[in-house]
């Protein structure tokens, strides 16, 4: 009769281990490796399937089964859970017709975890021009998305010389005072950032240059000193 092969138990030492340890971490941390996992596998799982791919024993733990089942990233259909993604896109093409729905922008944060590729795809869509990426004041990531529309837009002549005729005022305190009155938010905050200036020391007077022709002090600003604005409409 053969000697039975001997058996190994060291990584299943390890599996029990990691197993005891997981199920050891509060509620809430069980619950989120769970919320990972169907974010992850964006696939349907029942507990039992959970219990096996992350540990976390669904079933057997009455408070994890209540955050997760009642998580608002999360579906669950009486037997499956599912993760619920704020938008629920499949490709580049529902997103880029979910962006051309919201003309006045709709926040990145908003699509990230719409699926797995969005990032690539959002970053192929700003470069085929389809969409704009756009940073708030002071953010060096990219918050805002904006829909491109390619239209070609004639704008008559009056309007330009109207627009181009209205005085503009000098200090930036005044100019956000306007859009305010006119129920918009600027995206810059000049009064908080001379504050700070001050705190830190540093003057809030315009750095003195060299005389040039053109608009002098006595100049009025108008749109008409802002030609670039119109460089894309004539």
């Not at 990531?141 to 704008?155: F, L």
Request: charged share 30%; glycine share 4%; hydrophobic share 35%.
């Amino acid at each position: 009769m053969s000697a039975s092969p001997a058996l190994k138990f060291s990584s299943d030492i390890e599996r029990l281990q990691q197993i005891n340890t997981i199920r050891n971490t509060s509620a809430a941390a069980q619950t989120k490796r769970a919320v990972d996992l169907l974010k992850q596998t964006r696939q349907a799982l029942t507990a039992e399937q959970i219990n096996e791919a992350c540990y976390v024993d669904v079933k057997a733990n009455k408070d994890v089964f209540d955050r997760l089942s009642n998580n608002f990233k999360v579906y669950y259909d009486g037997t499956r859970f599912f993760y619920k993604p704020k938008h629920d896109l499949k490709d580049k093409t529902q997103l880029l017709k979910l962006i051309q729905n919201f003309p006045e922008g709709i926040a990145v944060a908003d699509l990230e975890d719409a699926y797995p590729s969005v990032d690539h795809d959002l970053k192929a869509l700003k470069a085929a021009g389809d969409i704009w990426l756009v940073s708030n004041f002071g953010s060096a990531a990219e918050d805002m998305t904006y829909p491109n529309n390619h239209r070609a837009i004639k704008v008559d002549d009056d309007l330009k010389q109207l627009f181009r005729g209205i005085e503009l005022p000098r200090d930036m305190i005044d100019i956000e005072k306007d859009l305010q009155k006119n129920g918009m938010k600027p995206a810059t905050n000049t009064g908080k950032r001379r504050a700070q200036a001050q705190v830190h020391g540093i003057s809030n007077k315009p750095e003195q240059k060299k005389k040039k022709h053109g608009i002098s002090k006595r100049t009025k600003l108008t749109n008409s000193h802002l030609p670039e604005l119109f460089k894309d409409l004539s």
